[in-house]
């Protein structure tokens, strides 16, 4: 089956979404489509689905033109979408989510689960998904949770299956796993389309690219012809440094040092083992390894939000082993939490509000009881010009910054105080490209400032470019630390590590 | 948009003719019961609905919906419309003499409250109905079959507790006449003590303090405490009357309640549907005097109501003695009291 | 449009509102407030009032409400303890606690201030006066802080508490008022001594006419609402309990300690609350009865949301709801039209704000501009 757009435009008020887009997706291909945050290419999705009615222009199926009223109607003409925030119900298993919708009955309404189980057996064995199609869904780690939602897509014959960045929440070997899915759907002639703003994602798996920027179509091509510095440029109008420009630093003293850190959960179950390693002044420690192998607990635990761990940490010389997170703010440990929509910043507060929010009670912000609003706003617009936030006024709400804005903003409020250890833990997911250059360059800067800097990050990428020193968690443990100054270690040992093979690769270091 | 339309066509019109007729106005405000208790409010209203039935006049009531809005109402008719005003209860005692007493031109009467000393322009009614307590007492003890009766108040304030003494008292009578041990639950005569359900509007309480005395062995049940009895007479309909009779208060239930008919015995009467009429009578013909009026049996102020269902079922010779009771009481040969 | 939309931009400047938010402050509420009444009309019209009745019930409305100087006076003394209580469980919502509690806060600080009151009538007006409402205070934060401590050590839910507490707090008040030294003399029934005549706020108006039952507790409602305002928008503290209401994540990253903002904000809102218990007991009932808090402490929680959690909001929330209560009154006597229609308007109105949705839906041409885009 194939589609073309023909001279798409859709607008919200005086905002165009899409503008003049053609667009045209064939069968056995996959369409790689890729532009920042805001670029447009969830709206041109949401037209492909049937959520948004296009203003001007024509979608023709197989040169067919055809006008969708409703979602139903783009389903019943082939097409499916697997959403990056998945649609399932946690507490049902994978045969009942798959049939959601579309139930096969016997007689009257008795549900017939075991057609349901022997199709989504089909499907799996034809894909090669292997899927437990009794499992409950929440059981379920999130690789196999996607092919649920494909198997959901291929269950209504979907004939065009649009993957909205679906490589978000996957690990590097679920990435892995899920491109050979792709290529299957592929050879059986399924029409692809792969909505993402990682640029070699698009250069491994795609067939062809089109580049979306403000609502129009900037480039188009065969993305393995294309280089990398080229896919930027479309996409961000500009060119764009891959590289981080590092000079070597001058190490110092160790500023922030972990002793024999363990930490159980309520359940008594060990999250964090024998953790020790230390920070120095002038160095960014990275740390690698797959989601949910106690990173989080880790970051927590060293920012103070957790207080019932064993062991002794040192900010300096300063025992902050029973410091709570306030007083580890004060001792000059800046955060960059992990989410920031849910930690780091106040959606409904105003730009000011988010810039002074861990440190309002300081003298230079506040009087005695109450909080100097002028002079918070005047700090807040010096850090907003300072750190590149781009917003008409410290008056708006944080909810009105773009994703990029947004961590700007925390990214200014934590190194604006000129702390002496950034704990910078994801500090460019959901954030375009220009905005990762500026933070990568930040972190960078107060390194060479003679700071210390822990990353945290699921981007091995991000992790090499950056880190001096890399550690590797696996399981709660530190299982591989690699030098990261002059002998680049190879991804694919890290990548071992992160898996948690741990010979080898101290004989490497 | 039609509605819209009218309701300003209607606004304006009412602006244009507020001013009603000029005619003698009677109003009530009613204690957290409501107008349609079945009970008290409902029968001094039944005293002003007479009224303007006979005489013509206007008539209008305001509802407490708590003790808070005893004064707010008040003060809401302190506008001179009212050419009378009737508080009906007990605990509007106070608001009402406070009333009276910053506004010495405006004519009260309340319900259920003596002042001692009197408020000249405050006439109170109150109510021997522990003489026609006694009557349902007397009846009561002669008809049960388990040899125990129950009763329960609202509040332990005198309004209320008078109909309990007067029941304990007719019981004792009756068991002192016949030398039979009926007794009483719910009230000690000596102590002042008893049962109260502490509101006056909820029929669950009336249901579970009924469900409670029936329990106990009770076969007839007093509540006196306005609407909450309702809540017993449910309870006894459910149970059937030969196993739980309801004598009622204040009102003859058997015709505000017509539903539930069959269960009441008897009803204790409180006549304040005529002392509120005669009050208002009087201030039309300019004989309103401030101070006291009681009702009794003698001036028929109390009495109880006809048997109704049960004329058959109380026999003849208790019919009999009972009328003996009330021309004792009356004539003072037979003391309603320990 | 230009001095429309500068109107616009001062009036929300002074009620210190952001972007938008115009529309849902002001614009909201007000068509709320018709569709009400609008609808209230229809439900006399379907039992079977007449059309002329209820242009003269609505008539009676405002005229009890705001027509003379009683009825001003009757609005304001209904209004007091409603925006007293109303401030104290906006700010739990601004802390993010659905405090259910302010009629339990409202009984123990209305007795625990009456039984201070005519033990120590010795004392000089002024300092009983003050001393009384301090009380009053203290007991409503105690007690609601009960609930606060329960939420911050043991994350029981705020609701459930504040519920079994308001349950409690009925049968500590049947106790208390039975008990001979608190117990009124010569009488058998619960109900308290009365408040002593120094201990009494002085009323206002009564020497225009004796009726007029507005009190000084309108200084010190208006006194609070300056204090709230303060409060949420310049404080410290006031900072960290918004941030806590908003985001708890955000707040307990940010170093604050969500513990001590949620006992504080519940202590704060039950203070509030046992402040207008004690100034309801002083100003206006001068003596505690079973049932004494008349549910204020129920609507108080309507009027919050009414006045959406802001100072500004709930203090003109409480007059029109104080406005409902006085008007529905002189609707009975003008039009013979039942209490309980007030109540159910008072509840439409309610409703209405509380899912503005059903607003923007039936009247969409109010919120037709600046639609959001993505």
Redesign the interface.
Known sequence: MDIELKGITKRFGSVIANDQINLQIKAGEVLGLLGENGAGKSTLMNILSGLYAPDEGKLLIDGIEVNFRGPGDSISAGIGMVHQHFMLVPIFSVAENVILGVEPVKTADYLDLSKARTLVNKISSEYGLSVPPDAIIEDLPVGIQQKVEIIKVLFREANVIIFDEPTAVLTPSEVEDFFSIVRALKASGKAIVFITHKLHEIKEIADRVTVLRHGRITGEGNPKRLTKEKLAEMMVGRQVAFTVNKIKSKIGQPVLKLKNIELHTKDNERVLKNINFSIKAGEIVGIAGIQGNGQTELIEVITGLRKNYTGEMFLGELDITRANARQRHVAGMAHIPEDRHKFGMVENFSITENIIINNYYEKRLSDFITINWIKARSAAALLCEEFDVRTPSVDLNGKSLSGGNQQKMVVARELGRKPKIVIAAQPTRGVDVGSIEYIHSRLVQSRDDGNGVLLISSELDEIISLSDRILVMYDGSIVAEFDNTDAKPKRNQIGLAMAGSTEEIYNEH | ME??K??????????LC?ASANAFTA?QVTD?GGIDDASFNQTAWHGVENAIANRGIDG????S?????Y???L?????G?CDIIVTVGF?MGEATAN?AT??PNQKFSIVDFAYDPTIPNVLGQIFATDEAAFLAGYLAAGMTETGTIGTFGG???PPV?AFMNGLVYGVDYYNEQHGTSVSVLGWNTSS?EGLFT??FDSLDDGRAFAQNLYDEGADIVMPVAGPVGLGSAALAAELGSDSLKIIGVDADLVATDPERADVYLTSVLKRMDSTVEAVINAAMDGSFEGGLTVGTLANNGVGIAPYHNFESAVPPELKAEIDAVRAGIIDGSISVGP | MNTKSNFRKTTADLLMLRQGAYRDAIVLPIIAIATALLIGALIMTATGVDIYTIGRSFAALGHGAFGSINAISETFTAAIPLILAGLGIGLGFRAGLFNIGAEGQIIIGGLLAVIFSFTFSDLPTIVLVTFTLIVGSLAGAAYAGIAGVLRAVTGAHEVILTIMLNLISYRILDYALRQPFIQKDGRSDPISKSVPGNGQLPKLLDWIDPNLRLHVGIFIMVGAVILLWWLIKKSKMGFAIRTNGENSHAALYAGMNPKMVIIGSMALAGGLAGLAGAVQISGVLERASPGFSAGIGFDAIAVALLGRSHPIGILFAGILFGGLEAGGRQMQIDAGVSIDLISIIQALVVVFIAAPLIIRTITPWAFSKNKRTS
């Not at chain 2, 309701?7 to 009412?14: E, Q």
């Not at chain 2, 209008?60 to 509802?63: H, K, P």
């Open positions: 509605i819209v009218q309701t300003s066509l209607a606004i304006g019109f009412t602006l507020t109003c957290v209008r009531f305001l509802e919906q708590s003790e808070t809005d004064a707010a109402n003060n809401a008719l302190m506008d419309s605990l009333a910053a506004n509040l332990n304030i507790t002042q502490n509101n």
